[in-house]
């Protein structure tokens, strides 16, 4: 059973860069995608960014491209968002789950705060 970890959070100037770091210390971690979700107060949970389990594939949502990346290191089985260019819309919790079947993730961890100052 995958359990994930998330962590790298915190407070940033505008224009400023975080990374983020989602761990699992089960044996399956290499099995799943990965994906990355954020959810803003008051606002749904919406989708970031996911890689594959392999960690050859990638895709993101419209409002991260060329700014957020996303990576896969399974020997450490550990996935990385990294933030750069940062925006104050950008502020919510961070989530990162497995994707379990094609239309479900699991495994969701407790999140990691990031919050952008203007």
């Known amino acids: 059973q995958v359990q994930l970890v998330e962590s790298g959070g915190g407070l940033v100037q505008a224009g400023g860069s975080l990374r983020l770091s989602c761990t699992d210390s089960?044996?399956?971690?290499?099995?799943?995608?990965i994906g990355w979700f954020r959810q803003a107060p008051g606002k749904d949970r919406e989708f970031v960014a996911r890689i594959s389990s392999s960690g050859g594939v990638t895709s993101y949502a419209e409002f991260v491209k060329g700014r957020f990346t996303i990576s896969k290191d399974n020997a450490k089985s550990t996935v990385y968002l990294h933030l750069n260019s940062l925006k104050p819309e950008d502020t919510a919790v961070y989530y990162c789950a497995a994707r379990i079947t094609a239309g479900s993730y699991g495994g969701w961890g407790q999140g990691t705060q990031v919050t952008v100052s203007s």
């Open positions: 089960g044996r399956t971690f290499s099995s799943y995608a």
